[in-house]
């Protein structure tokens, strides 16, 4: 897990290799970032860190510089970047490497160099020999979306010393979202905001983080379900006066009670969570909340609702009738 290799990188227990892989770039910039902060002084960044592009250099130049000794510190950090020998797609970059070299150096690597290979794919290609080799001897970060309970261990992990309330840490994931680097700007802005006492409430949470257009749709979508019109339409009067474009609220409305349907249709065919999310490709945090959401309603009223969106939609791109009206007679209608 990549919180587990992040406190081993803090109390200076570093592993020879590291392979770091996935599409989530804040996890591997995050914990590239973090060794270089620990394992380099600054004043050695000049003479022991190198970067390797693998798609304009070969492996085997990088692992020359890697077996050179450290000149003033005790070690040197090499980043390699884009290993795409490690994939199954066809090699955009010309470059010949000699992974032979690369599977002998894993064997036996040297004790004064840290490796670093990042690999931005989605997928590996298991079948190769130099793919099971880096994963059977280096350590492993894989950089995808963190799960629920992983979410809220990197909250915690992202405010160090300071306390923040469970209730809290739910809040920020729903008014926030579960993009990372939008999390990391509303918890700095909350560590400042909280310099003194050094604890971070829902309060706190509920004044300073701002709603995204999604979370403000989902908390209209919740109001329309549970048949509260006169808050669903100041929600949509804040939005339209916001210049938000009426078929954009649409969409992301329709993207919602589509999300709510198809998980409890996949969660009366029994599967968990963490299935429901992999199947529907999305952050288990928001099958969690449809989850909680859908359980009053049944299958029917939700495609009728689906029924409603996309007779809207068709009214508003072929001009029938003002957008902005559309929209709240289909709020009245779904009433």
Same mark, same amino acid.
């Given at each position: 897990?990549?919180?587990?290799?992040?406190?081993?990188?803090?109390?200076?227990?570093?592993?020879?290799?590291?392979?770091?892989?996935?599409?989530?770039?804040?996890?591997?910039?995050?914990?590239?970032?973090?060794?270089?902060?620990?394992?380099?002084?600054?004043?050695?960044?000049?003479?022991?860190?190198?970067?390797?592009?693998?798609?304009?250099?070969? *492996?085997?130049?990088? $692992?020359?510089?890697?077996?050179?000794?450290?000149?003033?510190?005790?070690?040197?950090?090499?980043?390699?970047?884009?290993?795409?020998?490690?994939?199954?797609?066809?090699?955009?970059?010309?470059?010949?490497?000699?992974?032979?070299? $690369?599977?002998?150096?894993?064997?036996?690597?040297?004790?004064?160099?840290?490796?670093?290979?990042?690999?931005?794919?989605?997928?590996?290609?298991?079948?190769?020999?130099?793919?099971?080799?880096?994963?059977?001897?280096?350590?492993?970060?894989?950089?995808?979306?963190?799960?629920?309970?992983?979410?809220?261990?990197?909250?915690?992990?992202?405010?160090?010393?300071?306390?923040?309330? !469970?209730?809290?840490?739910?809040?920020?994931?729903?008014?926030?979202?579960? %993009?990372?680097?939008?999390?990391?700007?509303?918890?700095?802005?909350?560590?400042?905001?909280?310099?003194?006492?050094?604890?971070?409430?829902?309060?706190?949470?509920?004044?300073?983080?701002?709603?995204?257009? /999604?979370?403000?749709?989902?908390?209209?979508?919740?109001?329309?379900?549970?048949?509260?019109?006169?808050?669903?339409?100041?929600?949509?009067?804040?939005?339209?006066?916001? %210049?938000?474009?009426?078929?954009?609220?649409?969409? *992301?409305?329709?993207?919602?009670?589509?999300?709510?349907?198809?998980?409890? /249709? $996949?969660?009366?065919?029994?599967?968990?969570?963490?299935?429901?999310?992999?199947?529907?490709?999305?952050?288990?945090?928001?099958?969690?909340?449809?989850? !909680?959401?859908?359980?009053?309603?049944?299958?029917?009223?939700?495609?009728?609702?689906?029924?409603?969106?996309?007779?809207?939609?068709?009214?508003?791109?072929?001009?029938?009738?003002?957008?902005?009206?559309?929209?709240?007679? $289909?709020?009245?209608?779904?009433?």
């Amino acid at each position: 897990m990549v919180l587990d290799v992040w406190k081993s990188i803090k109390k200076g227990q570093f592993a020879p290799v590291y392979l770091l892989f996935g599409t989530e770039a804040y996890l591997i910039n995050e914990t590239k970032q973090l060794l270089i902060e620990n394992v380099l002084h600054e004043d050695e960044m000049d003479f022991n860190f190198s970067q390797f592009d693998l798609e304009e250099t070969p *492996v085997e130049t990088a $692992l020359e510089d890697v077996e050179t000794l450290p000149f003033i510190g005790e070690r040197r950090l090499v980043f390699m970047q884009n290993p795409f020998f490690l994939t199954a797609e066809k090699a955009k970059s010309r470059v010949e490497h000699d992974v032979k070299r $690369l599977e002998a150096y894993l064997a036996d690597p040297v004790p004064y160099s840290i490796v670093v290979l990042t690999a931005p794919y989605e997928k590996l290609d298991e079948r190769k020999k130099i793919t099971k080799e880096l994963k059977r001897k280096a350590v492993l970060v894989e950089a995808k979306k963190l799960g629920d309970h992983e979410l809220k261990g990197w909250v915690r992990e992202r405010v160090g010393s300071v306390r923040i309330d !469970e209730q809290a840490i739910e809040l920020l994931l729903e008014l926030a979202g579960t %993009n990372l680097m939008m999390l990391t700007n509303e918890l700095d802005k909350m560590l400042l905001y909280v310099e003194a006492d050094k604890h971070i409430t829902a309060e706190i949470v509920e004044k300073l983080v701002a709603k995204s257009l /999604e979370q403000n749709i989902f908390t209209l979508v919740d109001h329309v379900l549970q048949r509260k019109m006169e808050s669903a339409m100041t929600i949509l009067h804040d939005l339209l006066r916001q %210049n938000e474009e009426p078929i954009k609220i649409l969409s *992301v409305m329709a993207g919602q009670v589509r999300l709510m349907y198809q998980v409890k /249709e $996949l969660s009366r065919q029994g599967y968990s969570q963490q299935k429901i999310a992999g199947q529907l490709k999305v952050h288990p945090f928001r099958v969690k909340l449809a989850l !909680e959401k859908t359980g009053k309603f049944q299958e029917r009223e939700l495609l009728g609702i689906m029924n409603d969106l996309a007779e809207a939609d068709y009214k508003m791109k072929t001009g029938q009738a003002d957008k902005a009206i559309t929209l709240e007679l $289909l709020l009245l209608k779904i009433r």
